[in-house]
C-alpha cells in the first residue's frame, strides 16, 4: 500500500504512561500520575451524575449538532449558537482546522516548543510548518508576524502554552492580532483559560466581532475534569465556523460529553475551588523551586516547567521507580526539565519531596 509520504515517518502521539502499566512493570501500590495536566478531583459530581444518566441508551446515535450543549456554551460566553463548532476534545478542532486550511501549498506558522498537535496535524496535510523559538519561554508574537506570508493559512497561539505554561497578555496579543492578515486564520488555544490567574490576560471572546479570522479553542478535558469523554469545541465569526464544519464527522461528541459539560459549566462554585487550589499548588511548587535554587517558567496553567539541570528522562526514570510519573522534558523541546501537572495537596508534596531526593541523587552520581 502507498500511503501519503508524510504519514510513513510520522509516529503515533506518545501520551503520559498509564498508571496500571507502571503498577505492573514496577510492582508499586501507589502511583502517582502528574504527567498528563488531568484535574486531580476530577470533574464536579453533578457532572458525573449527568453522564451516568444520559448512558442509558447507548443503541441511539447522539445529537451531531450537540444543540443541548451548545446552547449552554453559547449563552455562557455571551456568543451566537452558529459561533461554535464542538469535536472529541480541541484536539478534533486543531484536525478539523488543518483539514479544512492547509495543503502541500501553504504554510502554517507556530511556536517551538508549543502543543504538538498543530505540527503533528499540518504534517499529515503536507504543509510547509515555520517554527519560531519561544523567548524565555513566551511565543515570540513579532517573530511568528514576520514568517506570515502570501500562503500563510493558520498561526496558533498556545494562551497559556504548553509545555511552558507562559502566557501572552492582551496588549502584546492585539497589537498582533491587527496585524496579521485578514485572510490568515489566528487560533487561539485556551485549553488552561480556567485555571490563568493574570489579569491582563486577553479576553479574546470579546475581539471575535471583529476579528472574523479569529478563532479560540477551549475544553472540557482541564479544569473541567472530562478529558475521558472527549469534548471540546472552537468559538469563531458564523462564517469560520461555516467553512469549518464540513469537515466535522456527523457524531463526533457523545451524548454523555454533551450532558456532563452541561453540568460541569453550570457548577460554577467547583471550578472556582479547582482554580484555587491550584492556584494553592502552584505556589507551592514554586517556592520549592526558589528553595532549591531550581529555574521554573512562571505558570498560568496546572502545570509547571520545571529546569533541573539534569536530562528530563533521567528524572522522569527516578521519579517514576519512585512512584511518580511526570513529563520529561526531552520529549517536549526542553531536554534538562520536567513537566509536573499539580495535583492535589499530598500528591504534590509527595513529589517535591522525591523531587528533590532524585535531584540530589543524580548530584551524588555526578560528583562520584
Ligand atoms: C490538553 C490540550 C488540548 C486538547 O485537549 P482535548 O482533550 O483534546 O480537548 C489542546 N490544547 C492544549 C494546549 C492542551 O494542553
Redesign the pocket.
Known amino acids: 500500500m502507498k500511503a501519503k509520504k508524510q504519514v510513513l515517518g510520522l509516529t503515533p502521539y506518545k501520551p503520559g504512561k498509564p498508571i496500571q502499566e507502571v503498577k505492573e512493570e514496577l510492582g508499586l501500590d501507589e502511583i502517582i500520575k502528574l504527567a498528563s495536566?488531568e484535574n486531580p478531583f476530577g470533574p464536579s459530581p453533578k457532572a458525573k451524575e449527568a453522564m451516568v444518566a444520559a448512558s442509558s441508551s447507548p443503541e441511539i446515535y447522539p445529537d451531531g449538532y450537540a444543540a443541548r450543549v451548545r446552547e449552554a456554551v453559547a449563552k455562557e460566553l455571551g456568543v451566537e449558537k452558529e459561533q461554535l463548532i464542538f469535536g472529541a476534545?480541541?484536539?478534533?478542532v486543531i484536525l478539523m482546522l488543518c483539514r479544512t486550511f492547509l495543503t502541500p501549498e501553504t504554510n502554517t506558522v507556530m511556536a517551538a516548543p508549543t502543543?504538538s498537535?498543530y505540527k503533528h496535524n499540518a504534517i499529515v496535510e503536507g504543509t510547509e510548518i515555520r517554527e519560531v523559538p519561544l523567548t524565555d519561554g513566551v511565543h515570540d508574537l513579532d517573530a511568528m508576524l514576520k514568517e506570515i506570508d502570501e500562503e500563510t493559512r493558520i498561526v496558533w497561539v498556545?494562551n497559556p502554552n504548553?509545555p511552558s505554561g507562559t502566557y501572552n497578555n492582551e496588549e502584546d496579543f492585539l497589537r498582533f492580532l491587527k496585524q496579521v492578515p485578514k485572510d490568515v486564520l489566528v487560533v487561539s488555544?485556551e485549553?488552561?483559560i480556567e485555571y490563568v490567574t493574570a489579569e491582563d490576560y486577553p479576553n479574546t471572546i470579546e475581539l471575535l466581532d471583529d476579528y472574523p479570522n479569529l478563532m479560540v479553542?477551549r475544553?472540557f478535558?482541564?479544569a473541567y475534569g472530562l478529558?475521558a469523554l472527549?469534548i471540546?469545541f472552537g468559538v469563531a465569526s458564523r462564517e469560520l465556523i461555516r467553512t469549518v464544519d464540513p469537515v466535522r464527522p456527523p457524531f463526533n461528541t457523545t451524548v454523555m460529553a454533551h450532558e456532563a459539560a452541561i453540568a460541569a459549566l453550570q457548577d460554577k462554585d467547583y471550578v472556582r475551588e479547582c482554580h484555587e487550589k491550584n492556584k494553592q499548588g502552584l505556589k507551592e511548587f514554586t517556592a520549592f523551586c526558589k528553595e532549591e535554587g531550581l529555574y521554573y517558567y512562571p505558570s498560568q496553567a496546572n502545570f509547571l516547567l520545571i529546569n533541573t539541570g539534569i536530562s528530563g528522562d533521567v528524572v522522569f526514570d527516578s521519579m517514576l521507580k519512585k512512584g511518580f510519573i511526570l513529563r520529561s522534558g526531552e520529549a517536549l523541546g526542553f531536554p534538562n526539565c520536567v513537566r509536573i501537572t499539580v495535583g492535589d495537596q499530598e500528591q504534590n508534596r509527595k513529589c517535591m519531596k522525591a523531587l528533590k531526593e532524585t535531584i540530589e541523587e543524580a548530584k551524588t552520581v555526578a560528583e562520584r
Open positions: 495536566n476534545g480541541s484536539d478534533e502543543f498537535q498556545c504548553n488555544d485549553a488552561y479553542l475544553t478535558s482541564k478529558a472527549r471540546g
